[in-house]
């Protein structure tokens, strides 16, 4: 064999190595969700490309979720975006037009563009930086879910709750449905907690569950586009 065959033998070599390393480090998981309750949901989430962590390789699972994490959980996650929406005049608005603290260059401004306009109630007010609330985030996820996967309206039982009197007013309705459809259990005092903050790793395993129930629900018809008047910016 000549010197430039054996060159190329090389490169083909170095080449396969180099993509074999760039596809395992794609597929592996995280690397700090040891001994993690839930690592092996939030693994799938990333190997579906579903949830990103602070790094390529960190999680950084018990860190406390921030609005800005919640909501690009929620979109990512539920893959939620803009494409079946059409607006007045093509007039398209910016994250920074529905939410004044939220700038349009930020990582997670088309999070809240795409959760807010497939109908996730997110407040006007919303800061992202701040922690975010267990009913919040239970909240957020559950009118996704629903919207999404174009769920049916269902009568609900209401759960027994025993700190039910500590839930926002405006979060309950999506909270007993959330209990309703098994996506969030109680605790063992039938507590929902719902001013607690969350880790990362928890509201990670909460949308697990979510994108797996949507899973195993029957293909429903296709929802119809929201009226695009509601979708121009004030």
């Known amino acids: 064999m000549n010197k430039k065959s054996i060159s190329s033998v090389l490169a083909v070599s170095v080449l396969s190595l180099s993509l ?5 480090a794609a597929g592996a998981g995280f690397g700090d969700l040891q001994g993690v309750t839930g690592q092996e949901k939030i693994d799938s989430l990333k190997s579906e490309g579903l949830v990103k962590g602070v790094s390529a390789t960190m999680f950084n699972p018990q860190s406390v979720l921030t ?19 059409t607006f007045e005049a093509g007039k398209v608005p910016t994250a920074h037009d529905l939410f ?21 109630d997110i ?8 922690k975010m609330t267990k009913e919040a985030y239970v909240s957020y996820l559950m009118q996704a879910v629903e919207k999404s996967g174009n769920l049916p309206m269902i ?26 459809r098994g996506l969030v259990p109680l605790d063992a ?27 195993q629900q029957p293909e429903a018809p296709a929802p119809s586009a929201p009226d695009s008047g509601d979708q121009t910016a004030e």
């Open 20 to 24: 074999g390393g760039q596809l395992f």
């Open 189 to 215: 005092d039938g507590k929902f907690r719902p001013k607690s903050e969350i880790t990362r790793a928890q509201a990670a395993v909460m949308l697990y569950d979510a994108v797996e129930y949507l899973k």
């Open 67 to 85: 609005n800005a994490q919640g909501v690009q959980f929620i979109a990512g996650g539920l893959q939620l975006s803009l494409a079946a929406i």
């Open 100 to 120: 004044p603290a939220v700038d349009n260059k930020a990582w997670y401004a088309e999070a809240f563009l795409n959760a807010s306009l497939n109908g996730v």
């Open 123 to 130: 407040p006007k007010s919303v800061d992202p930086s701040a």
């Open 155 to 180: 009568k609900v039982v209401p759960a027994a709750i025993a700190d039910e009197d500590q839930i926002t007013p405006e979060y309950q309705g999506a909270i007993q449905r959330a209990i309703v």
